[in-house]
T-cell receptor, first 113, second 114 residues
Framework: ETGVTQTPRHLVMGMTNKKSLKCEQHLGHNAMYWYKQSAKKPLELMFVYNFKEQTENNSVPSRFSPECPNSSHLFLHLHTLQPEDSALYLC????????????FGPGTRLTVT | AQTVTQSQPEMSVQEAETVTLSCTYDTSENNYYLFWYKQPPSRQMILVIRQEAYKQQNATENRFSVNFQKAAKSFSLKISDSQLGDTAMYFCAFMKQSNYQLIWGAGTKLIIKP
């Protein structure tokens, strides 16, 4: 598979559940990102990893916990979410420290009930 | 803090027409990069065009071109000979040279009508 992949594509979870989102990139990049996309709002940068090290946590609530075991994989662990966390979660990758484009996955549509 | 504003929440044009999407940004930086991304319905976000602030020449990619006005902090996207496949959300984004992170506008929904 090529590019940036994300699983699952859709997820419905209750507020007491624990789930994880997975992202994988096959582009040889060394920076990975989690974004939250809500309707009619700018994309919100959540976390940035450069060379597996977290370099940005954009004031994200602790119910979101990222993990980056290597430069190709990124996870977002979810627990005790709120209904307002329902959104499209996008993963992206790029070359670290470069002004070039980020490549995006298709996203996970998360619904919190 | 940098901000990006897209003042047109939605636009629609007929196929083959030319359409211009507006974007303004606010920054005190002198060196930065600007991007237009496209997100088709239920499909992945992809880069449309990119502009370096230090370049005076406007970027062009086939039917897509920008009008970059640095003093006015304006970065509009022109789509010529629009096609049905151009229907998508279009996002303007600003990248600081200091950390290479993107700051996004809220997007413009563009509908191309047959």
């Amino acid at each position: 598979e090529t590019g940036v992949t994300q699983t699952p594509r859709h997820l419905v979870m209750g507020m007491t559940n624990k789930k994880s989102l997975k992202c994988e990139q096959h582009l040889g990049h060394n920076a990975m990102y989690w974004y939250k996309q809500s309707a009619k709002k700018p994309l919100e940068l959540m976390f940035v990893y450069n060379f597996k090290e977290q370099t940005e946590n954009n004031s994200v609530p602790s119910r979101f916990s990222p993990e980056c075991p290597n430069s190709s994989h990124l996870f977002l662990h979810l627990h005790t979410l709120q209904p307002e966390d329902s959104a499209l979660y996008l993963c992206a990758s790029s070359l670290a420290g470069s002004p070039y484009e980020q490549y995006f996955g298709p996203g996970t549509r998360l619904t919190v009930t | 803090a940098q901000t990006v504003t897209q003042s047109q929440p939605e636009m629609s044009v007929q196929e083959a027409e030319t359409v211009t999407l507006s974007c303004t940004y606010d920054t005190s930086e002198n060196n930065y990069y600007l991007f237009w991304y496209k997100q088709p319905p239920s499909r992945q976000m992809i880069l449309v065009i990119r502009q370096e602030a230090y370049k005076q020449q406007n970027a062009t990619e086939n039917r897509f071109s920008v009008n970059f006005q640095k003093a006015a902090k304006s970065f509009s996207l022109k789509i010529s000979d629009s096609q049905l496949g151009d229907t998508a959300m279009y996002f303007c984004a600003f990248m600081k040279q200091s950390n290479y992170q993107l700051i996004w506008g809220a997007g413009t929904k563009l509908i191309i009508k047959p």
